[in-house]
């Protein structure tokens, strides 16, 4: 009884990680919230070691903001809610970061203090996730093209559609598997153990 509660509790887990990551995993459109043409994009990617990986690139911010604030400072709101998450200074305009925290949005503040643990000044850039569409659509065939000489060009075999699973029936599927392979298991030990110790 131990082992289907730890079992139903380990889905359950492995569902909300799954949601949690299609969730944090996209790019952002960070776009000036005045009438400066401030603009960042971002990507943001879940690697093996669970941390969120962020590149930035900016174009036409000014440095310094002025003559008292010399800090542009990239922020995340989590998710899950709460306070924004420091992400890190944005330097130059270029940055490559890392959070363990799931988020949905990020946006750039200026500041007077680089060691601010809060957002304390004014927001200028924002944006929101955007999913990476290429990863979610399914793939098709390339259709014919022809060349410049107006022949057909040979295309290449068709490309293997990816399964459109959705996660609920990818953990389905997941766990109709690992029961069938411990079922054949206990299947080999029972006829192990039956004729290990059968009367000769």
């Not at 492995?14 to 000036?32: D, K």
Request: proline content about 4%; overall charge positive.
């Amino acid at each position: 009884m131990k082992r289907i509660i730890m079992l139903f509790i380990s889905g359950l887990l492995y569902f909300s990680i799954v949601n949690t990551v299609s969730a944090s995993e996209g790019t952002f459109e960070l776009r000036s919230t005045d009438d400066n043409n401030y603009k960042c994009y971002a990507a943001s990617l879940l690697m093996q070691n669970l941390n969120y990986k962020i590149i930035l690139s900016c174009r036409n911010i000014l440095f310094p903001v002025d003559e008292t604030i010399f800090t542009y400072m990239l922020w995340a709101n989590p998710s899950a809610g709460g306070k924004p998450v420091k992400i890190g200074s944005v330097g130059l305009g270029k940055g490559e970061y890392a959070t363990k925290v799931a988020f949905a949005s990020l946006f750039v503040t200026t500041e007077q203090n680089v060691n601010t643990k809060e957002p304390a000044g004014n927001v200028v850039m924002k944006g929101s996730i955007k999913p990476i569409l290429f990863l979610e659509k399914e793939i098709t065939d390339s259709s014919d093209e022809k060349t410049e000489d107006g022949e057909e060009k040979i295309s290449p075999s068709p490309t293997p559609k990816v399964s459109n699973l959705s996660t609920r029936e990818r953990l389905i599927t997941g766990f109709k598997r690992a029961g069938l392979a411990t079922g054949l298991a206990l299947v080999s030990i029972l006829g192990l153990v039956f004729v290990l110790t059968r009367p000769r």
